[in-house]
């Protein structure tokens, strides 16, 4: 079964002070790992997506990180309005593989980390 | 670009009672999902449609829920009769595509009482 765990549950910083998120899985068949950002009462917002090992991407003052078993959102001199709960999701075979006997495309969640910048 | 509309926002609803959510994906989405999402857990998903037809419903109750989407676009997501463990935020997503981002809408919290 695929799971995703993501640590801390929640963490608090200080206006300016860097720190990451992970994001641990385990999965066949990675197709590809996802973060969102979801605020309080909204749906999760898109925020990158990573196919590789290796493969990095960045936005503003957040950048995401990819290995084999986890992925890491690094916050650099984050501000309170970065405060919001980030969910990593993972996507496993595909329509491709679905038709030849996979799985389908829908995510599998973590519980998300929640996040507060105090100023 | 509009994104996805979901209605209503909030419902609240007695056990055992019936209860219909609606979901307007983004224009040119072929495909559609349903997560449900209950508090302090990230989403899980329900159904995902690639134009009308499903691709996935193995993780809806289908005993008590059930999804359409009618001509590919709209879809609606119905619950009958609901529990007290279906209290929860369903949100409604949807992708270009079978492999890119999906965007999701505002959702609708359901409570049952």
């Known amino acids: ?119 | 670009e509009a994104g996805v509309a979901q209605s209503p926002r909030y419902k609240i609803i007695e056990k055992r009672q019936s209860v219909a959510f609606w979901c307007n994906p983004i224009s040119g989405h072929a495909t559609l999902y349903w997560y449900q999402q209950i508090l302090g857990q990230g989403p899980k998903l329900l159904i995902q449609f690639q134009n009308n037809g499903v691709v996935d419903d193995s993780q809806l109750p289908k005993d008590r829920f059930s999804a359409e989407r009618l001509k590919g676009v709209d879809s609606t997501l119905k619950i009958q009769p609901a529990k007290l463990e279906d209290s929860a935020v369903y949100l409604c997503a949807s992708s270009l595509t079978w492999n890119t981002e999906a965007f999701f809408g505002q959702g609708t919290r359901l409570t049952v009482v």
């Open chain 1, 1 to 119: 079964e695929d799971q995703v765990t993501q640590s801390p549950e929640a963490l608090r910083l200080q206006e300016g002070e860097s720190s990451s998120l992970n994001c641990s899985y385990t999965v066949s068949g990675l197709r590809g790992l996802f973060w969102y950002r979801q605020d309080p009462g909204k749906g999760p917002e898109f925020l990158f997506t990573l196919y590789s090992a290796g493969e990095e991407k960045e936005k503003e003052r957040l950048k995401a990180t990819l290995t084999k078993k986890e992925s890491f959102l690094h916050i650099t001199a984050p501000k309170p309005e970065d405060s919001a709960t980030y969910l990593c999701a993972v996507q496993v075979g595909g329509t491709q593989e679905r038709y030849s006997g996979g799985g389908a495309d829908g995510l599998t969640f973590g519980k998300g980390t929640h996040l507060i910048i105090q100023p």
